[in-house]
């Protein structure tokens, strides 16, 4: 990751040390994409664009990546986490001694009642419908790894709600690198897979995360009227600065009165609404 400097120092520290292990190395996520410097030791990179590619690098496993079922809920997320036979006793005392708050975060996992954790807790369920960006903000360099927005159908996504919400998910988170663009690559809009997601919501509720302002704003009747009647639980809306001129030097267009304005809106119409942003 190096969304952050502190992020990036971390999964520098990461790679060396898995290097200095001296055994195949694969890595996953941005940092090899977004950084230049020449690397002093040999690797495998799987960017997020293209993470499918994975199972090319491990031909012999049963389970392949691609097979997996995307629609999951948490619960079935967190069961698979706990039965995954991770041991760390099997890994070498290299690793365990140099990496022990790792090591101790997998045995969380094994130790936690998992019956407990699950009833004290509405099962939510997972639903991605995009991936990659349609961004140009000047300050992110996320967007060279994740690539050019790509909507799942909207069939699909439609289909995975509707079997989420039979499971009698009281939530649904829904994610994506570009949530609110959703839709504009192949003749749709998230505004349209919202209203569909509406007709087929019987109790549920969703969770909407980083939708940039400028969707919200697109939509904004879309949005309103479905944070009005409590359909939206919980907006996440990175808004990421309140100066102008900064918003204009980060390739953001709205004004900070445009951005006030509309979340004095959402909260006008349903004050319960959990709001939350990134500065």
């Known amino acids: 990751c190096c969304v952050l400097p502190i992020t990036t120092s971390e999964s520098y520290k990461m790679m060396t040390l898995f290097a200095s292990l001296k055994t195949n190395l694969i890595i996953l996520g941005c940092l090899p994409a977004m950084e ?29 990546f691609n097979d997996i079922n995307e629609v999951h809920t948490e619960k079935e997320l967190r069961t698979f ?23 101790h975060k997998v045995d969380e996992y094994h130790n936690f009642n998992l019956e407990k954790e699950l009833t004290n807790k ?27 927005l790509k909507s799942k159908p909207f069939d699909k996504c439609v ?5 989420l919400a039979n499971k009698g998910c009281s939530e649904i988170r829904i994610v994506g690198d570009d949530n609110g663009a959703y839709g504009i690559d192949i003749d749709s ?16 509720k969703i969770i909407l995360d980083y939708i940039n ?11 309103l009227r479905h944070i009005s009647n409590g359909f939206i639980k919980y907006l996440s809306c990175p808004i990421q600065s309140g100066s102008n001129r900064i918003l204009k030097l980060m390739n953001r267009h709205q004004t900070h009165d445009l951005i ?10 349903n004050p319960s609404i959990n709001l939350s942003t990134h500065i």
């Not at 400028?214 to 009747?221: A, C, D, F």
């Open 159 to 163: 289909h995975e709600f509707t079997t």
């Open 36 to 64: 230049s410097k020449k690397w002093n030791f040999n690797f495998s990179h799987i960017p997020p664009s293209e993470i499918h590619k994975i199972d090319m690098l491990f031909p012999k496993v049963k389970v392949k």
């Open 213 to 223: 302002i400028k969707w919200v704003i697109k939509y904004k009747e879309c949005f």
């Open 122 to 148: 509405d099962n939510i369920g997972i639903l991605e419908i995009c991936r990659g960006c349609t961004g140009n903000c000047s300050y992110c360099r996320v967007k060279f790894a994740i690539g050019k």
């Open 81 to 103: 986490l706990c039965n995954s036979g991770i041991n760390h006793n099997n890994l070498p005392e290299y690793f365990t001694e140099n990496y022990k708050s790792y090591v």
């Open 189 to 204: 809009s998230f505004s349209e897979l919202l209203n569909a997601f509406s007709k087929n919501k019987r109790n549920t």
């Open 260 to 269: 006030v304005k509309t979340l004095n809106e959402i909260k006008s119409e």
